[in-house]
């Protein structure tokens, strides 16, 4: 932190590893949201006036419709989707569609409470129940009372746990640690998971009853390259957003940065993206955010290997594969500085081949002129 903020400053504390920067004044909603993402903390009570991007790709609309759907009941709903998607988001949408909405919203990691302290984490306990314990503590079922438990990576608890859990959810009742009388959990249970848990059930890895628990509606959040319609609009919003937090003046993206956007098959989803852009509106000298400084680079190794390999992904996901043949392709070019045979050995196919996938993209700006041959 510092009173004195300063762009010179400020990267070189990032090129010295720290991991975020934050001038004075520091608002405590801020410095909290940072620890919580910095400490990983096992949980946070999220503010209910925070308000979430609209998004306008029809695969996102669709989990909006849904979350409309199933956000006035109090079914337990689990969401799926790969790190950084905004499953959260999806979660905290719910929660604001539900009757719930003016009561707490927690939102817990799971992947990072310990196994012998997760009765006390989930269902508190009373002074003089262990060693140190000095006073009764609220577990995350007292927080929530009323509100909305949202239990993210569901599938990273250990088998005690999920056993525990699965009686709270039956019994809708809980003893805290060291207590002698149960409570009652008015608490809607929504959990969300990267991992295929039909899988971790067939293998003994999770409890089946506690999947069919969990997963009364199920929602899928699809990845950022599936959404491109949304890709410029979150970057956009990101831009603005820490423009404001960095105090730095920016007045949006060049054209190569848009195209570069687009064309990046963002393997880290939301997050990544968010993460690109707060790079690049800390360290950008002009008012338009250009594609090198959100330091974005495809890997070149794998150009040749998967450019046309087999698809063998689900239906659901090959949406990706345009995404990142294009930006394969785009890059494929510029390393061969515009030469299009150098380009298409580098992509291991034939110049006609990458003349057809060029005029199939409508990539034109790399299309030779047919009449003089050059591009």
């Known amino acids: 932190m510092t ?10 504390a990032i090129k010295l590893g720290a991991a975020d920067y934050l001038p004075k004044p520091v608002y405590r909603e801020r410095l909290l949201e940072l620890a919580h993402d910095l400490l990983k903390l096992p949980s946070a009570v999220r503010n209910r006036g925070k308000s979430l ?46 009757e719930r909405c003016q009561m707490p919203f927690v939102a817990v990691n799971c992947a990072v409470i310990p196994r012998e302290l997760a009765p006390s984490m989930f269902f508190g306990h009373v002074k003089g129940a262990f060693t140190g314990a000095d006073t009764n503590r609220e577990g995350y079922f007292g927080r929530t009372e009323g509100g909305t438990l949202f239990l993210d990576e569901i599938g990273t608890l250990s ?12 019994e809708n009742t809980y003893m805290p640690v060291g207590g002698n009388r149960e409570k009652r959990a008015d608490v809607r249970i929504i959990s969300a998971t990267n991992e295929d848990l039909s899988k971790a059930v067939r293998e003994g890895r999770f409890r089946e009853d506690l999947y069919h628990r969990l997963n009364e509606f199920e929602i899928r959040q699809p990845s950022l390259a599936e959404c491109k319609e949304d ?3 979150l970057a956009e919003f990101f831009r603005e957003r820490f423009s404001k937090e960095l105090r730095r003046e920016t007045a949006g993206f060049s054209d190569g940065a848009k195209r570069l956007l687009l064309s990046y098959p963002w393997p880290g989803n939301i997050r990544e993206l968010r993460n690109k852009v707060k790079r690049a509106v800390l360290v950008s000298e002009h008012p338009l955010l250009s594609g090198e400084d959100m330091d974005i680079h495809f890997e070149m190794t794998s150009v040749k290997d998967t450019l046309y390999e087999e698809k063998k992904e689900s239906p659901a996901l090959s949406l990706r594969d345009d995404t990142q043949e294009i930006g394969r392709i785009r890059l494929a070019v510029e390393k061969a500085k515009g030469n299009l045979t150098e380009a298409a050995r580098l992509l291991g196919v034939s110049r006609v081949t990458l003349y057809a996938k060029l005029k199939k993209y409508g990539i034109t700006e790399l299309y030779p002129n047919k009449s003089t041959g050059k591009k």
Not at 3 to 12: C, G, K, M
Not at 63 to 75: E, F, S, Y
Not at 159 to 170: D, I
């Open 3 to 12: 009173d004195y903020a300063s762009y010179p400053d400020a990267v070189r």
């Open 53 to 98: 991007f609209k998004r306008i790709s029809c695969q996102a609309l669709y989990v909006d419709k849904m979350a409309r759907l199933v956000g006035p009941t109090d079914i337990s709903v689990l969401i799926l989707g790969a790190n950084g998607t905004g499953k959260e988001s999806v979660a905290q949408s719910i929660h604001g569609y539900s």
């Open 159 to 170: 088998f005690e746990v999920q056993s525990m859990l699965l009686r709270v959810l039956q």
């Open 231 to 233: 890709i410029l609009p």
